[in-house]
C-alpha cells in the first residue's frame, strides 16, 4: 500500500493528508478504508488512534508511528508509568476509546490550540527542498508560539484543530500565508518554550518519574534557588522569576496566570496527587534549568523516585511554661556550639527533637538565622562551589545574551539570578573563576546603552521608522553629559546616527 515517506517532525496527520494528495482521491472515506479498513477513523491531530492497523497496512513499526509522529512524547513523561501504558495501549489499538483522557489533557487547564499553526518562513524552505509542504509537530503544541528554525510567531490555519468534519485530514498549504505585515519576532521566553517542546518530542521512549520522582525534583529545585525553609516552599519568591522571564499575556492565554502566585504553581511544589502538563513543568525549566536537556531533568525526575521522601509529622500540643523553656535552653546551647549541628552532636539532640516535634517552625527559623549570623561556612568547600556556580554563570550568560530587553548585566545582576546571592557575594574572595566571570563578562555603563540604542534601531528599521540621534537618545534615556565613552565611539562608528 503507497504511503509517502515522512518528513522531520511531521505529524501522522500530515502523513495521511499527503497521502490523499498524493493518491488524488477525493473521498476522504476512500482513504481512509484504504489505510485502515474502517471508514470511521476520526482524524486526530494529537493523539491519533488505530495505530497498529495502520502500520499493519503500510508496512511500517506502529512504535515508530507513536514515538516520532504523533504528540504521545509530550505527555508520556509527565503521568504515571501505569497511565502511560493505558494511553499507548488506546493509541495503538482500533477499540480502546479515551486516549485523551488518558493523557489528561481534557482535565487540564491548558487547552488546546483554536487551529493547525504553521510557520510562513519553513513553509517557503519547504517548497523549496521538497516541492510541497507539511504539517510540523512542533507547532501543534499549545503554548508552543515561535518557530525554532526562524525565531518569528507561529501563524494560525485555517484549519481547526479539532474538527466538526472528524473524519476529514487537510494537508498543509502555502496559499494559508497571507500575511499583510511583518512577522512578530519570537522573545526570548517564547524560544525557550519551543527549544523545549522541540526536545521533548524528539526524546524517544523515556523513563517516567511518577508523583514521587516530579514532588521530589521540585523540591529540590526550590531548595536550589534558595526557596525553602524546612519543608516549606516561598512559592511567591520562584514565581516572581517566572513573570520576570514570561509575558503576562503569554501565561494567561496558557491558563497559568491566577492568584500570585497561581494554585498550580503551589500545587506543584507540595506532594504531587495529580500530573501537571508539559507546558507548566516546561515553563519551569526554562526559567529554572535554562540550557540543561530535557532528557536530563527526566532522567533527574526519575532517579529521585527512589529517594526517601521525608513524612511530614504531625506537630504535637505543649505547655506554653514548658515551650518557653525548652526554646531558652535551646537558645543556650546554641551560642555555646555555634550552630545547630554541633548543638546536637553535644548532648542537644533530644531537646532538638522535642523541639522538632512541638515547635518545628520556631526551630527551623532560629537555626536558620542562627546559620547565617554565625557564618558557619568552614564546612563549605569552596572550590567545589565556585566550578558549580561558575557552570550556572556561564549558562544564564548564555542564555540572556539574545535578549536585548535585559536590564543592566552588571555584576549584581548576574549575582542576582544565583540561589543565596548575598552569601555568594560574600565569599567571592574564595570564589577566582566566579571573580573571572564577574569582571569579564559584567556588562558596563556604557555597552549598556549601546545595547539599548541598538535595540531602537533594530525597532525602527523592523518598522520602517527613522530616528535622529537626538530622538534615539531620549527613547533611550541617555540623559546629557551621562553618555559613556565607549558610547560616544559607537555613536561616531555609526556615521552620527543621523
Ligand atoms: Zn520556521
Given amino acids: 500500500?503507497?504511503?509517502?515517506?515522512?518528513?522531520?517532525?511531521?505529524?501522522?496527520y500530515s502523513l495521511i493528508a499527503r497521502c490523499r494528495v498524493h493518491l488524488g482521491l477525493d473521498s476522504h472515506k476512500g482513504l481512509l478504508r484504504l489505510l485502515f479498513d474502517d471508514t470511521r477513523v476520526a482524524a486526530i491531530t494529537d493523539l491519533p488512534t488505530h495505530l497498529e492497523l495502520l502500520a499493519g497496512n503500510i508496512g511500517w513499526k506502529a512504535e515508530e508511528l507513536l514515538q516520532q509522529h504523533t504528540l504521545f512524547p509530550l505527555y508520556a513523561p509527565f503521568i504515571p508509568e501505569a497511565r502511560r501504558r493505558r494511553l499507548r495501549q488506546a493509541m495503538l489499538a482500533a477499540d480502546i476509546p479515551g486516549a485523551i483522557g488518558l493523557a489528561g489533557s481534557s482535565?487540564?487547564?491548558?487547552?488546546?490550540?483554536?487551529?493547525?499553526?504553521?510557520?510562513?518562513?519553513?513553509f517557503e524552505d519547504m517548497q523549496g527542498r521538497y516541492g510541497e509542504v507539511y504539517w510540523?509537530?512542533?507547532?501543534?503544541a499549545m503554548g508552543a508560539d515561535a518557530c525554532p528554525v526562524h525565531g518569528c510567531m507561529l501563524l494560525d490555519s485555517p484549519v481547526p484543530y479539532r474538527r466538526q468534519e472528524r473524519h476529514e485530514f487537510i494537508s498543509a498549504s502555502p496559499v494559508f500565508d497571507r500575511r499583510g505585515g511583518a512577522l512578530g519576532v519570537a522573545g526570548s521566553g517564547a524560544m525557550a518554550v519551543s527549544g523545549l517542546v522541540v526536545q521533548l518530542l524528539s526524546l524517544g521512549a523515556c523513563p517516567t518519574p511518577g508523583y514521587r520522582g516530579w514532588t521530589r525534583f521540585y523540591q529540590v529545585l526550590a531548595a536550589d534557588h534558595g526557596a525553602s525553609r524546612g519543608r516549606q516552599v516561598k512559592a511567591g519568591i520562584l514565581w516572581e522569576r517566572v513573570r520576570s522571564c514570561h509575558t503576562s499575556g503569554w501565561l494567561a492565554c496558557n491558563g497559568l496566570l491566577g492568584d500570585e502566585p497561581p494554585s498550580w504553581f503551589v500545587a506543584l511544589f507540595r506532594k504531587h496527587r495529580n500530573s501537571f502538563s508539559f507546558l507548566q513543568h516546561i515553563t519551569l525549566w526554562s526559567v529554572f534549568r535554562p540550557g540543561q536537556a530535557v532528557g536530563e531533568i527526566i532522567r533527574e525526575a526519575h532517579d529521585m523516585a527512589h529517594y526517601p521522601v521525608p513524612k511530614p509529622y504531625a506537630q504535637l500540643p505543649a505547655a506554653p511554661g514548658q515551650l518557653q523553656q525548652r526554646r531558652e535552653h535551646w537558645l543556650a546551647a546554641l551560642s555555646r556550639n555555634g550552630g545547630a549541628k554541633q548543638a546536637r552532636i553535644n548532648g542537644g539532640g533530644a531537646l532538638?527533637?522535642?523541639?522538632?516535634?512541638h515547635d518545628r517552625e520556631w526551630l527551623m527559623q532560629t537555626n536558620g538565622t542562627r546559620h547565617t549570623k554565625s557564618g558557619n561556612n568552614s564546612q563549605v568547600d569552596?572550590?567545589?562551589r565556585d566550578r558549580y556556580l561558575v557552570r550556572l554563570l556561564i549558562r544564564i550568560g548564555e542564555y540572556a545574551a539574545e535578549d536585548l530587553a535585559l536590564p543592566r548585566k552588571s555584576r549584581n545582576w548576574f549575582l542576582g539570578q544565583l540561589p543565596h546571592r548575598a552569601s555568594v557575594a560574600h565569599h567571592l574572595g574564595q570564589m577566582p573563576l566566579c571573580r573571572a566571570f564577574l569582571e569579564r563578562y559584567s556588562e558596563s555603563v556604557g555597552e549598556f546603552q549601546i545595547r539599548r540604542l541598538t535595540r531602537a534601531i533594530l525597532e525602527d528599521t523592523r518598522q520602517g521608522n527613522h530616528s535622529n540621534l537626538w530622538e534615539l537618545e531620549r527613547r533611550c534615556g541617555l540623559q546629557k553629559g551621562r553618555v559613556a565613552p565607549l558610547t560616544v565611539g559607537?555613536?561616531?562608528y555609526m556615521g552620527g546616527l543621523d
Fill in 1 to 12: 500500500m503507497y504511503f509517502p515517506r515522512p518528513y522531520p517532525d511531521e505529524l501522522l
Fill in 107 to 122: 482535565t487540564s487547564r491548558v487547552k488546546w490550540p483554536g487551529w493547525l499553526r504553521y510557520c510562513p518562513l519553513c
Fill in 136 to 140: 510540523r509537530r512542533c507547532w501543534q
Fill in 352 to 357: 532538638y527533637a522535642w523541639l522538632y516535634r
Fill in 382 to 384: 569552596w572550590s567545589k
Fill in 490 to 492: 559607537f555613536i561616531n
